[in-house]
């Protein structure tokens, strides 16, 4: 480790805190912001759900659109006692388990239809789509529609989209784009996936 004297460690700080200022100072424009998180690793959906967390503290109305998981997960049941919080539990499954293209792509369907009202309320000011990306990767989805929607969107409207896979044209209108890559990860060491933890 490169130890410093703590003047030299205090001026260092200085500059770096100067520096950020003035971003700080430059950044002008308040509005909602559109995420896109995606990518192999594990993590994507937990940090959108520490979103809707963090916007249900400050007691904004947030919705939850989940569009390929099927069963309960431990945030739905702690969202579904909050009143600022709306989940919509869309989803058939894992492709690979429905084995249903058509099944697929109709409830695909239908969580479109509630997330595009949840797009167009004002009201809502934080919106998670959850697999999304996953559902205009395998075709379930048109995409055109989905950023027509989130272009139209209420200014103030924050939406986080996760899924493996994100369309180009997606990434583009992003303002935010995090990918999450694997290090290792639990199930590769034949580990089952864990209640609270990936579920």
């Keep these: 480790m490169n130890e410093t004297t703590p003047e030299v460690h205090r001026e260092r700080m200085k500059r770096r805190k100067a520096k950020m200022d003035e971003r700080i100072a430059a950044a ?7 995420l896109v998180l995606t990518g192999p690793g594990k993590g994507k959906s937990s940090s959108a759900f520490g979103m809707v967390a963090r916007a249900a503290g400050y007691g904004m109305r947030t919705s939850v659109v989940y569009f390929i998981k099927s069963r309960e997960t431990g945030e739905q049941l702690l969202f579904e006692r909050l009143p600022e919080v709306e989940v919509h539990l869309m989803g058939a499954g894992f492709t690979w388990e429905t084995q249903d293209r058509d099944r697929d792509r109709a409830a695909a369907a239908r969580a479109w239809t509630v997330a595009s009202r949840q ?5 809502v000011r934080l919106v998670v789509l959850d697999e999304l990306c996953i559902a205009l990767r395998s075709n379930m989805l048109e995409l055109e529609p989905v950023l027509e929607a989130l272009r139209a969107r209420p ?3 924050h939406v986080v989209i996760t ?8 990434i583009e209108i992003a303002d935010t784009v995090s990918e999450v890559g694997v290090v290792k990860h639990a ?3 034949g580990i089952r996936a864990q209640r609270g933890i990936e579920w």
């Design 155 to 157: 200014s103030d409207q």
């Design 163 to 170: 899924g493996r896979g994100a369309p180009e044209p997606l």
């Design 119 to 123: 797009l167009a309320d004002s009201e």
């Design 187 to 189: 199930f590769q060491a």
């Design 28 to 34: 002008e424009s308040d509005q909602g912001v559109l």
